[in-house]
Each structure stands twice: as structure tokens, then as C-alpha cells.
């Protein structure tokens, strides 16, 4: 053991999970403290340590994405959470899509069972003594929250997001649905909080390639819609009742997980050129292309529990079963989890952390996971897992380390850094957040996989000057 003292982690979600156990390895004593089992959230169904409360999707795997880049990253550090991703897998072609039972099941046995590794089951109402790692997550509680405000002496920025329902498998009607990927090989959005623009995934930076496999193993189902349906479905979404809440009119929604309905109200065709784009796909049983497509994207390995992808909602629930039945194949839809609207809470990084996100009075007293500002499953674990490495290091008496920018989680921590704190925002890994190569070519799949090679090569050379692994 490298230090006597208990290292206390708050937060029993990924980031902090991940915090835990990377201390534990490293010898310390680790009380990692969870509210749930005393105290709920308006979003967590179980008391086990890092559920999935939104998307069931890790994003892509492919290094030539910013995410799987990302993922790449972690890998070399020896991330738990990466492989319970990997024991949990779900067919979703390039993406890692997990079963999220399993997932969970697996990160929490392999925390509870390590022997340095005591978990308490209690709220933590105020900012623990040094050392220790708040990763509370976008549902801090209100004590919490207001204990940190008082420490950094700047208010805490908080906005809403939303998550889409899923329905069961038996219930869609497959003689209307179809299966298919987007050009038989793209990554379809994956909607759902707190794992970030899941309507940017397979737009864009988020894009990654996907095989037969997907197909194959039917990893999305199509529901399609002609005219018609389309502007049925928009009228009867836009009309819909919702809840409401002065806080939620002026909610600062995450562009990426905003409401479906609220991105209905930016125009008619912004569903049809957004989250339920037809392009890419055919409908075989036409040999044309919908006017508009909802997809549905498997939550589970048996490919009972179905997301109904870009479809976050705050309508409320009878107003869901109304609506969303008017979805070709899901008149007869069986909800299984109903969409929900829920506070997310993050920090001005930049006005108040240091570069290794810890209080600026006291070093040894880090954040990690949403609550610093970052957006998504892979993103908030990383910062768990680098928390622990640095609070490690501060506890041999070493200084804290980053990541040179180069790399995508060292871009991650300079944006948190460098971000214009006036007006901070949560942000995804994105390959705009990387250093431009000094000679950049013209072919964008190529300028990625520059991109990752220099990252990789960056962070094997930075964990081997460290002595990191």
C-alpha cells in the first residue's frame, strides 16, 4: 500500500467507478461513497455502480472517430470500463453498444470485489477533505451541489436533458419495420443523454463505418413514413402536452439531446433533415427511399428492448403512448422505459478548476466525470480514469500530469482549461479540439488517420515517460 490514508471518491457512476478502481490497483485504500440504495435519482433504476441511465451505446470503436480515438486512448491506460464494455457487447457493427445489465453487473462486481475497495452506501453532503474525487455526475444532489458552489465560489451551470423511451421487440410490427443500416454501413445516431449529440453520431464527426454484421444481426430496425405519416406524427408531436416547469422554459438544452418536440418546433423538415433522415436507406419492400424514417436500435444482447433513436422527449406519458404509436410498425409499441426529462449539472471548469480539475486551494481534491464539463460515457470515464492516476501521483509526492493536446483526452482537458468561461459549455471529444497537423491533406478519412496515429504515438510516449501503466 503507497499511503496510509483512505482516498474518498463520491460518486458511484462511470467516472467514478473507474476512479475507484484505478486507485485501488495502485495500492491506495478507496471508500467510494453512492447515494443510491438510501436516496434515488429522477433517472436511476438500480442501486449498482455504473448503470446506464441513458444510451446503451459507448459510441464508435474505429480510431479514424473521435471517440474510438478516445477509447484507444483509455485502452493504453487500462480502462475498467472499457472492459466491461467489451464483456458486454451488443451487435451494433463499429459502435460499442453493451448490454447494459451486464455492463453494469460487471463493473460493479469487479469494483466490490477488490480488496482495497470499501463501497458506502450514504449521501455526501459537502465537499470531502483532501485526498479525494467528486463524480457525482449530472445529478449531483442539491446539498452536494450547493457545498461546491460555496468552495469555487462561482455558480454552478445546469441545464436539461432528456432520453428516449424503448419499447419491446414483440411489439413492433415487423411487416412494416425493416432492417437495415444507413448505407448498409454507417453508425446511426444513438440518441439519449448523457452520452452526448447522439443526433450527431452518423453526422458528421460522429460518423463511423459499420458492417454486415449489423445487418445481419439486425442492430436497427426501420420504421418508414410517407408524407403523410411524417406530418401527421408532427403535428401530433408539437401539440403534445408536456411537462412544464418555469426552470424547464428556460432550460439551456445540450443541442445534442434536446427534446424531440423542441427540435420539431425549429421547423417542418428539421425531424426529416435530423434525426429521422431517410437518406442512406431503402425500404425493400418498395425499392424506395421513406420520406422520413424513425430507426430503432437494439439495448440489449437479445435484442428484446428496442431505443427508439432521436426521440428524447419531456412529453408526458400517455401523451408518449399517443405519439409515438403513430410510428409505422409501432402502433402496437409496448413501452418498456418511457422518455423523461432530468437535471444535468456541471461545473465552469475553466473558471474555477485547475488543469488537472481540482480545486485551486487544494490539489488533492479533484472532479471527474460530467460534473467538470464534459459530454458522454467515454469522456466523463476518462476523466475518472486520469483523476486517479493524477491524485495517485500527488499522493507519491510527484506532480499531476496531462496529456499533451495532440491527444484527444488531452484536447478534452485544454478545452477545460482554455474555454471562453463567460460562456461554457459542456463539449464531446471532437476532432476539432486536437492540434492541426503541420501538413494537413485534403482527403478527410486520411487526415484521421493521421490524427490517430500522432495520438497514439503521443499518448504511448506520455504513459511511458510517466511510468503510468
Known amino acids: 500500500m503507497t499511503d496510509a490514508r483512505a482516498v474518498h471518491v463520491v460518486g458511484g457512476g462511470l467516472a467514478g467507478s473507474e476512479a475507484a478502481f484505478q486507485l485501488a490497483e495502485r495500492g491506495h485504500r478507496v471508500v467510494l461513497h453512492e447515494m443510491r440504495g438510501v436516496r434515488g435519482t429522477p433517472a436511476h433504476q438500480t442501486d449498482r455502480l455504473a448503470e446506464l441511465v441513458c444510451s446503451n451505446t459507448f459510441k464508435s470503436t474505429e480510431v479514424t472517430n473521435a471517440h474510438g480515438l478516445l477509447k484507444a486512448e483509455m485502452r493504453l491506460l487500462g480502462s475498467l470500463v472499457l472492459q466491461g464494455a467489451d464483456a458486454a457487447r451488443v451487435a451494433a457493427g463499429s459502435a460499442l453498444?453493451?448490454?447494459?445489465?451486464?455492463?453494469?453487473?460487471?463493473?460493479?462486481?469487479?469494483?466490490?470485489?477488490?480488496?482495497?475497495?470499501?463501497?458506502?452506501?450514504?449521501?455526501?453532503?459537502?465537499?470531502?477533505?483532501?485526498?479525494?474525487?467528486?463524480?457525482?455526475?449530472?445529478?449531483?444532489?442539491?446539498?452536494?451541489?450547493?457545498?461546491?458552489?460555496?468552495?469555487?465560489?462561482?455558480?454552478?451551470?445546469a441545464f436539461y436533458d432528456a432520453i428516449a423511451p424503448?419499447?419491446?421487440?414483440?411489439?413492433?410490427?415487423?411487416?412494416?419495420?425493416?432492417?437495415?443500416?444507413?448505407?448498409?454501413?454507417?453508425?446511426?445516431?444513438?440518441?439519449?443523454?448523457?452520452e452526448g449529440p447522439g443526433r450527431g453520431e452518423g453526422v458528421g464527426d460522429g460518423a463511423g463505418s459499420e458492417g454486415d454484421d449489423a445487418i445481419r444481426e439486425g442492430a436497427y430496425l426501420n420504421c418508414p413514413m410517407d408524407k403523410a405519416q411524417y406530418e401527421a406524427f408532427l403535428d401530433a408531436?408539437?401539440?403534445?402536452?408536456?411537462?412544464?416547469?418555469?426552470?424547464?422554459?428556460?432550460?439551456?438544452?445540450?443541442?445534442?439531446?434536446?427534446?424531440?418536440?423542441?427540435m420539431a418546433r425549429r421547423g417542418r423538415e428539421s425531424l426529416r433533415f435530423g434525426p429521422m433522415k431517410p437518406v442512406g436507406l431503402r425500404n425493400p419492400r418498395t425499392g424506395k427511399r421513406p420520406w422520413a424514417v424513425i430507426q430503432l436500435r437494439r439495448e440489449d444482447r437479445a435484442g428484446r428492448m428496442w431505443n427508439i433513436v432521436g426521440c428524447q422527449t419531456r412529453l408526458r406519458i400517455p401523451e408518449q403512448q399517443r405519439v409515438f404509436r403513430l410510428i409505422p410498425g409501432l402502433e402496437g409499441a409496448e413501452f418498456l422505459r418511457f422518455g423523461s426529462i432530468h437535471r444535468n449539472t456541471y461545473l465552469n471548469a475553466p473558471a474555477a478548476l485547475t488543469p488537472h480539475l481540482s480545486l485551486r486551494d487544494d490539489a488533492m481534491v479533484m472532479f471527474a466525470g460530467?460534473?467538470?464539463?464534459?459530454?458522454?460515457y467515454t469522456e466523463s470515464t476518462a476523466t475518472g480514469l486520469l483523476a486517479a492516476i493524477n491524485l495517485a501521483r500527488l499522493l507519491a509526492g510527484r506532480e499531476p500530469v496531462v496529456p499533451p493536446p495532440v491527444t484527444m483526452l488531452g484536447a478534452l482537458y485544454r478545452y477545460?482549461?482554455?474555454?471562453?468561461?463567460?460562456?461554457?459549455?459542456?463539449?464531446?471529444?471532437?476532432?476539432?479540439?486536437?492540434?492541426e497537423l503541420p501538413d494537413p491533406p485534403r482527403d478527410k478519412h486520411r487526415k484521421r488517420e493521421l490524427y490517430a496515429e500522432r495520438s497514439l504515438a503521443a499518448m504511448a510516449a506520455w504513459i511511458g515517460e510517466h511510468g503510468l501503466v
Open 97 to 157: 453498444a453493451v448490454d447494459r445489465d451486464a455492463f453494469s453487473a460487471y463493473v460493479h462486481e469487479r469494483v466490490l470485489a477488490h480488496p482495497l475497495v470499501t463501497v458506502t452506501r450514504e449521501e455526501v453532503v459537502g465537499v470531502p477533505s483532501a485526498p479525494a474525487i467528486i463524480a457525482t455526475g449530472p445529478l449531483t444532489s442539491d446539498a452536494l451541489a450547493e457545498s461546491v458552489r460555496a468552495r469555487l465560489g462561482v455558480q454552478s451551470l
Open 237 to 262: 408531436l408539437t401539440a403534445a402536452d408536456q411537462f412544464t416547469a418555469h426552470e424547464f422554459d428556460q432550460a439551456p438544452y445540450f443541442e445534442g439531446c434536446m427534446p424531440v418536440e423542441e
Open 416 to 435: 477545460l482549461r482554455e474555454a471562453d468561461a463567460e460562456h461554457f459549455q459542456p463539449m464531446n471529444a471532437n476532432f476539432g479540439l486536437l492540434e
Open 166 to 194: 424503448i419499447v419491446s421487440v414483440e411489439s413492433v410490427d415487423q411487416s412494416v419495420a425493416f432492417r437495415a443500416a444507413r448505407w448498409n454501413k454507417e453508425t446511426m445516431p444513438t440518441g439519449g443523454a448523457g
Open 370 to 376: 460530467q460534473l467538470t464539463g464534459v459530454e458522454g
